[in-house]
């Protein structure tokens, strides 16, 4: 329908032509149907601009001669002056482009224009220049939009015909419809006219080449570009860039995790071209990469202002092993641990927490490296100067728990200032394993000063300094030989360890506790908790080791069995025990001796001797004794010896009698005799 409107209005244009001015291109002539009626059958309006390009519905006419298209694009580059005449009298312009009074002179008729010379020239020429500024296909060219129906979206380029746009070609990411009367618009030229003789417009083609460019442009450039993230999808996100749709990895979409994604969604953000290939169509951004880049920008031109000795304010955001880091303002700091007191700190969160804020001092910066680094006990004058003069040593002190270690507790002598109070130092009498036995968090103790090393940053606690020595008081009212009481303690496989008065503790060893020697382990005759009266041996004041007996409470039974048991004695013993190197026998309460492996009986072919049965009897003979080491060997092999041999003399001694011949003793008893004689006989 527009197209015959444009033929009637060419047709009727060239009919008349005698009669009116011919109007000139590009003011915004008003159609007109066939019988010259004055009312439009279009007004644009105040969204018209008469200015640039043809204004809509203007007839198809070849260009005048006397008129030629160089002035359209003269009268584009000025259109400020006939928009606002056209806005403030919107009717106005339609009367004046049918009489116009300066460009009706020159070809006013069809006579006056073929008289002048070289006219004929002069329209090919100026047909041929407006042909070469007409725009080529493929070329992107900004248009004003007329009209928006149904059928698309008009839109006049300054050409000689406008061109239709489908209107989904203007519809974004969001479903959002992007334009409206009168705006303008870049599009893609793909062809000049199609059969309805209008221009073939793409906004999406010229969309899309725009974001290639622009994205190709990011990517030389390291620059961000802006984007709006419209849908998810695997592994990540699309994101529209204006024309052209790249892919945001879902681990690209920020500097941290992020739990709520759909935050993001339908936001216009700036993103870091990170990959690009136009042969597959295929374009990965970075939102990750535009954040980190701000942040070192932003990081540099804060850290660009600071210098040491500044004091700035800053807020804790994490904490580690060794320090703390906090936000300066953009730019994350290190406080580390040991600037955070003058005191030890073992951990950040003893004296800060994230989210604290906290004033310290800038101690370093680092502009090519970007660090900085914190401060706070400089704040403070050291408080280790002159400690020396401010805790003497052997002076007493108070000082509150604040940890407990394996080794010993430390306390805070003031701000900034920690002992160290040992666990060997805590008790004179106690074996203290763990300072918690005795001490607890922000208990106030007195100790004693021991020793101070100011360079090194160290005092040395005591707290059982601070009472009277016990086992120098033990010894002042007791020596060596003395009977007291005290209780069993503790168990050891060497001893038993017993608190006598004044709490301080003595060894009974386990060769003290009985005179026989042959216990194994002192439970066999002491149990823990057990009240038993001991005889001071030996008092050690250089090591305050005090060495107890129990067994010297009794007579030495040894002295008597020195006497009782002489060498070659023939005992009946009680077996004890069986060793490797022989069998311990109880010779009576107190007494021991030991069968050597050598002086036991066995058997004929035997290597080693049957261990004895504990508790059996046996008959053996004292072959040595030393009272002094309290030891008696005996031996059975020795015993059946000298058995063997009395029992020979006892069956020889009647065949010694005077008047008793040979015959008289041969026969059936001298076969029997010699046979037990045979079987007597010592095995080797």
């Known amino acids: 329908m527009m197209v015959d409107e444009r033929r009637n209005a060419n047709t009727d244009h060239q009919q008349g032509s005698e009669k009116r001015p011919s ?16 009312s439009p059958l279009f007004i644009p309006g105040e969204k018209l601009d008469p200015v640039v390009g043809i204004g809509p519905g203007t007839p198809l006419k070849e260009p005048e001669p006397a008129e030629p298209p160089a002035p359209v694009r003269e009268i584009r580059e000025e259109p400020a002056e006939p928009v606002r005449e056209i ?7 339609a009367m004046k482009v049918e009489t116009p009074a300066e460009p009706a002179a020159p070809d006013s008729t069809p006579e006056t224009a073929g008289d002048l010379p070289g006219q004929e020239e002069s329209f090919e020429q100026a047909l041929e220049q407006a042909m070469d500024q007409e725009p080529e296909p493929g070329e992107l060219i900004r248009g004003r939009v007329l009209r928006i129906d149904e059928e698309g979206v008009v839109v006049d380029i300054g050409s000689k015909s406008e061109g239709l746009i489908q209107r ?8 959002d419809f992007t334009t409206s009367v009168g705006e303008e618009v870049e599009v893609l030229l793909e062809r000049r006219e199609n059969r309805e003789g209008l221009l073939v417009l793409s906004k999406v083609k010229a969309d899309r080449r725009r974001g290639w460019n622009t994205a190709n442009a990011a990517l030389a450039n390291n620059s961000s570009l802006e984007g709006i993230i419209f849908k998810k999808c695997k592994g990540g996100f699309m994101v529209d860039l204006t024309g052209v749709q790249a892919f945001l990895p879902a681990s690209q979409l920020d500097v941290a995790p992020v739990k709520n994604v759909d935050e993001y969604l339908n936001q216009r953000l700036q993103f870091k071209v990170i990959k690009l290939n136009r042969e597959r169509g295929n374009i990965v951004v970075s939102r990750r990469n535009h954040l980190l880049e701000e942040r070192n920008r932003h990081r540099s031109s804060v850290i660009s202002k600071l210098t040491p000795g500044r004091l700035v304010h800053g807020i804790v955001k994490t904490l580690t092993n060794y320090g703390a880091f906090v936000d300066i303002g953009g730019a994350d700091a290190l406080l580390h641990v040991k600037d955070m007191a003058w005191s030890k700190v073992t951990h950040p969160r003893q004296v800060v927490s994230v989210g604290d804020e906290v004033e310290a001092l800038v101690l370093s910066v680092d502009q090519q490296a970007g660090k900085v680094a914190l401060g706070l006990k400089q704040k403070s004058e050291d408080p280790w100067m002159n400690i020396a003069a401010k805790y003497p040593q052997d002076s007493m002190v108070e000082g509150e728990v604040v940890s407990l270690t394996d080794f010993g507790a430390f306390l805070r002598l003031e701000m900034g200032v920690e002992g160290l109070l040992p666990v060997s130092e805590m008790s004179w009498t106690r074996r203290v394993r763990h300072p918690k036995e005795m001490l607890s968090l922000q208990d106030n103790v007195r100790v004693k000063v021991l020793a101070i090393d100011a360079e090194a940053k160290k005092i040395t606690l005591g707290l059982r300094q601070t009472e009277q020595e016990p086992f120098s008081l033990f010894t002042e009212n007791h020596k060596a030989g003395d009977v007291v009481a005290g209780e069993v303690k503790t168990l050891a496989k060497y001893g038993a360890f017993v608190e006598l008065t004044g709490g301080v503790t003595g060894l009974l060893h386990i060769s003290d506790l009985a005179w026989n020697g042959s216990l194994k382990h002192p439970e066999e005759v002491l149990k823990v908790g057990e009240r038993i009266e001991v005889k001071l041996l030996e008092i050690h004041a250089d090591t305050k080791k005090i060495s107890l007996g129990l067994k010297q409470l009794t007579t030495d039974p040894w002295v008597q069995a020195a006497k009782k048991y002489a060498v070659g004695t023939m005992v009946k013993t009680k077996v004890v025990r069986n060793t490797k190197f022989g069998v311990f026998v109880e010779l009576e309460p107190g007494v021991d001796g030991l069968i050597h492996v050598s002086q036991l009986e066995k058997a004929k072919g035997q290597k080693e001797p049957d261990p004895l049965p504990e508790g059996e009897f046996v008959e053996a003979k004292v072959i040595k004794i030393n009272l002094q080491e309290h030891k008696i060997g005996l031996s059975i092999r020795d015993a059946v010896t000298q058995q063997e041999a009395a029992e020979m003399k006892k069956y020889m001694s009647p065949f010694n009698k005077p008047g008793i011949s040979l015959g008289e003793v041969s026969g059936v008893k001298l076969e029997e005799l010699m046979k037990r004689i045979n ?3 010592p095995q080797e």
């Open 87 to 93: 806005r403030e009298e919107p009717v106005a312009p």
């Open 23 to 38: 109007p000139s291109i590009g003011e915004g002539t008003p159609l007109h149907d066939a019988e010259e009626s004055e």
């Open 679 to 681: 079987q007597q006989e």
């Open 168 to 175: 989904e070609e203007f519809i974004d990411a969001k479903g």
